[in-house]
């Protein structure tokens, strides 16, 4: 047993870091899989995340695609392996009433001059709801939208008032309904040849660099086609198969390869300057004419089911490639970011009462206008001049490239026709700017529109990652396309035989549910709605993030909204949006994926410092959904995010694959709050400094929600039984960010990472287990890359202080287990413990501790006490310190707070 546990966890000391990285830098490459935990452990803790997913989530049967995320079949984990469990029904039951009016609709056998009968269906979704509306004098009357199977592709948003209340929307007897914002483009016969020919060969060029393959072997991304005597040789040979994209041939100074030529077969053109290498590729680029078919311009376009690839540089599908794969898909750097555009200083409204006394942030602030023009409305907690956490909002107003960018010496007949997608420097969300310009003798791009994507801007005078997409002359690898509105043609670059039909996408919105009541929406299927990263965005609250308020299905002024088993497939945005008052939601057993941003948004509203007048989603239960592949498009995004919203019930949902957090709530209005029973891992895959769950609370708000009367003071939350496995570029199972306060969190099975608390105060952390906070994730090998933002203990405390803008005060962590390498198991900027500082110290007792170590460190205000001495000063009495423990135990933990 003893040989056992040592090797549980490969010791890697590794010491504090700061907070932010004022650098921009390339996200460290990271691995879903920590480099210095048994591989063994970590299995296992997969396995049992997908045990617990198939729980939460019984209708998911095997759950493939949490089996895939987890990475079980590295595991040696079989799909049929482990426990099955009933389907249930769904906690929330639909009312359906006996008399309710109904009305059929049949895209395929329906007309609109029908009488809209189970016999006699209308064809459209406008006349059901016109007939509805004609037919029923009293919306106390329950009325129902069959909707037969078929794709009904909308003309418009359908805009559903107060006189549409007490209405169903539901597909029958469950077949399968797929309401589209897109339009259907027939291919059959249009398809001309462009170009098809071989590019030139380029030396010193390996393209299947990536593939990782072996001398003599094939892989899913290159196949070995034999020895060949010259590059000519093997561009020849590539050029006859029908199966390669590109070659790679390898000179006699390869070592084993030499000589050898490979395709690269998977449609992929990441090239790498190398020596001794000579690559190519196939340019076949085909176009259809669409004037025939009123065609409409469309961001996105739909071939068999999923997004086809946008012409852009680099190469990459940004469905299945991002800062968390290799390659990523992204430029890593620019030579230069240019100077943010000047504007005059916002105008500046600071609520001098109420305050929060006492608080690292008291009072509230926003700019309006000047440096935050561009957000709609044009104001920000960002825009001030010294906004407390942070500084004024800014963005580069373009780049300078660098002359070795393949694309450098290349024309481009309108460089205004693309859009830039660029990382904020710190790695904390992203930006899309529409090009205006490109300098191609300084090698500049140039824009003036864009940026208000995330809210915090420039913290330095860096962007980091960028491509640009969106430019015909980058159309050049299998599966992209561009369409040119004035020719009003269609290209694209097959992958293998031509499409025969797709959908370009036109309505970003397909739902409008606006000063209504008692609606419900069940069994549909949304899909082929536009982008909105160029659309109109606001910054709710004093948290990182901004938002587009707006979703496939849009829900405001509503009370009493029910959505079920619906699936929500790629939105171009949001996926559900939540706005403002609305009342008794509950969003139960639905799918999102793919999403364009976040899958479900919840966002209100206030005078100022003011929510009393209740203009919030109040009361909404998220309970039971798939979240998955989230954040396609923007990086600040996540599976559920909340601002200016309160007492919402986010239960037993399943959410992985995304670039930030899975859960985020953006500031600490009104509270009340139950996060519980959740499954949260490979998130924080694309950004930095952030969490599983995140948390904010820099804007104090006055509401009524504590005890009926104002007061800037919010309900506990509870954050209890969650399992959320810390891998990627997360720092914090639970990060409580900025100010966060008033949460007790107990119960909860966290893995790789720690208790945190940062400027906050007033958090009970109890009862919980956390296992090897000290995990390594990075592949990189400079110290600065292993250390990027990386917080190995048990629990850490940053910005305790006294002064104007006090913080630290009332933190508990107590009756936890904490398994870790690291011999320092806390650490703490304040370590004042006696006098009238003594509290900024998180009071800590009955901890036990699994190290292979007896000898404690706790490090705090630069000082390293040994445990001992710390329990001395009155702290951890009753905490015990144990050798470390086998994997059947750490799993066994998590079984019992888990319920399985």
Not at 72 to 89: A, F, I, Q, T
Not at 548 to 561: Q, S, T, W
Not at 565 to 571: E, G, Q, S, T
């Amino acid at each position: 047993m003893r040989q056992e546990t040592k090797k549980m966890f490969i010791f890697c000391a590794v010491v504090a870091v700061s907070i932010a990285v004022a650098t921009a830098d390339p996200l460290p490459r990271v691995s879903a899989t920590p480099l210095n935990v048994d591989p063994k452990l970590d299995c296992a803790i997969k396995e049992l995340a997908w045990e617990y997913a198939k729980k939460l989530l019984p209708q998911q049967g095997s759950f493939q695609s949490a089996y895939d995320a987890l990475g079980l079949k590295e595991c040696g984990v079989s799909l049929s392996r482990g426990p099955r469990y009933e389907k249930r029904p769904l906690l929330h039951q639909p009312a359906i009433k006996d008399d309710a009016m109904e009305v059929y609709v049949d895209v395929n056998k329906g007309s609109d001059s029908n009488a809209g009968t189970l016999d006699s269906p209308l064809k459209t979704v406008f006349a059901a709801v016109k007939l509805l509306r004609f037919r029923r004098s009293d919306t106390r009357q329950q009325a129902i939208i069959y909707l037969r199977q078929g794709t009904y592709f909308l003309a418009d948003t359908i805009r559903l008032g107060p006189e549409d209340s007490n209405l169903v929307v539901t597909a029958y007897k469950s077949e399968k309904v797929v309401v589209s914002g897109g339009k259907e483009y027939k291919f059959t016969g249009l398809w001309k040849e462009y170009v098809n020919r071989m590019g030139p060969i380029l030396a010193g060029v390996n393209a299947i660099y990536d593939s990782t393959v072996s001398p003599g072997e094939s892989n899913g991304k290159a196949w070995y086609y034999g020895k060949v005597s010259s590059p000519q040789e093997c561009q020849t040979a590539c050029e006859k198969n029908s199966s390669c994209f590109a070659f790679t041939y390898h000179d006699n100074t390869t070592g084993a390869y030499s000589n050898m030529c490979y395709f690269r077969v998977d449609g992929l053109w990441a090239p790498y300057n190398q020596t001794g290498h000579y690559s190519g590729k196939k340019q076949q680029i085909l176009m259809a004419n669409l004037s025939g078919q009123d065609p409409i311009p469309f961001t996105t376009l739909f071939i068999n089911g999923r997004r086809a690839i946008r012409a852009r540089y680099p190469d990459a599908n940004p469905e299945t490639m991002g800062l968390h794969t290799n390659p990523t898909g992204y430029v890593p750097t620019a030579d230069k970011y240019l100077p943010p555009p000047t504007f005059p200083p916002a105008k500046e409204i600071h609520v001098e009462s109420p305050e929060r006394n006492g608080t690292h942030f008291p009072q509230f602030q926003i700019g309006v206008g000047g440096p935050v023009s561009m957000f709609v409305p044009p104001e920000s907690y960002w825009g001030t001049k010294n906004p407390q956490g942070g500084s004024t909002y800014k963005v580069p107003s373009g780049i300078q490239y660098s002359k070795n960018e393949r694309f450098a010496y290349r024309n481009w007949l309108n460089p205004q026709d693309g859009v830039v997608h660029m990382y904020q420097g710190h790695h904390w969300g992203n930006w899309q700017f529409r090009v205006a310009e490109r300098d191609a003798e300084k090698f500049q791009l140039l824009w003036t529109y864009g940026g208000f994507q995330e809210a915090r801007g420039l913290t330095g005078l860096s962007g980091a990652e960028w491509y640009v997409e969106n430019i015909f002359e980058e159309l050049d690898a299998p599966g992209e396309w561009f369409y040119n509105d004035k020719e009003r043609t269609l290209y694209f670059f097959p992958n293998g035989t031509a499409p025969e039909e797709g959908i370009g996408t036109v309505l970003d919105k397909l739902f409008e549910f606006v000063d209504s009541r008692d609606i419900i929406v069940m069994g549909l299927t949304f899909a082929h709605t536009a982008t909105t990263f160029l659309r109109d965005y606001e910054v709710p609250s004093g948290g990182d993030w901004a938002i587009h308020r707006g979703g496939a299905v849009f829900v405001e002024g509503v009370d009493g909204f029910l959505i079920q088993n619906c699936l929500f497939d790629a939105p171009g945005g949001n996926g559900l949006f939540l706005s403002n008052y609305v009342r008794n939601a509950i969003v139960e057993g639905n799918e999102f994926i793919y999403t364009g941003d976040s899958a479900i948004a919840a966002i209100g509203s206030a005078e100022l410092i003011d929510g009393t007048d209740g203009n919030q989603p109040r009361g909404t239960v998220i309970t039971g959904n798939l979240m998955h592949e989230i954040g396609i498009f923007g990086k600040q995004t996540a599976g559920y995010v909340q601002s200016l919203a309160c007492q919402t019930n986010v239960t037993g949902n399943v959410i992985f694959n995304g670039p930030r957090a899975g859960i985020n709530f953006n500031d600490g209005f009104g509270g009340g709050h139950l996060v519980k029973n959740n499954l949260i891992f490979n998130m924080v895959r694309e950004t930095g400094d952030h969490g599983t769950f995140n948390s904010w609370d820099r804007q104090p708000y006055l509401t009524e929600v504590k005890n009926g009367t104002p007061s800037l003071t919010p309900v506990q939350s509870n954050m209890t039984r969650n399992f959320f496995i810390n891998n990627y570029h997360s720092a914090w199972p639970i990060d409580h960010d900025d100010g966060s306060c008033y949460y007790y969190d107990t119960f909860n099975y966290l893995i790789y990472g720690g208790y945190k608390n940062y400027l906050g105060h007033t958090k009970i952390v109890q009862s919980n287990v956390y296992i090897y906070p000290d995990a390594l994730h990075s592949l990189d090998e400079s110290s600065k890359a292993k250390s990027f933002l990386t917080k190995p203990f048990c629990a850490n405390s940053d910005g305790a202080s006294t002064g104007e803008y006090p913080s630290g005060w009332g933190e508990v962590w107590t009756d936890n287990t904490c398994a870790i390498g690291n011999p320092i198991v806390y650490e703490y900027d304040s370590c004042t413990t006696t006098g009238s500082n003594k509290g900024l110290v998180p009071f800590t007792a009955n901890n036990t501790f699994y190290v292979p170590t007896k000898l404690l460190i706790i490090q705090c205000g630069g000082k390293n006490l040994t445990f001992a001495d710390w329990q001395k000063e009155g702290y951890d009495l009753g905490s015990v310190v144990n050798d470390p423990v086998d994997t059947d135990t750490i799993i066994q933990w998590g079984r019992q707070l888990l319920g399985l």
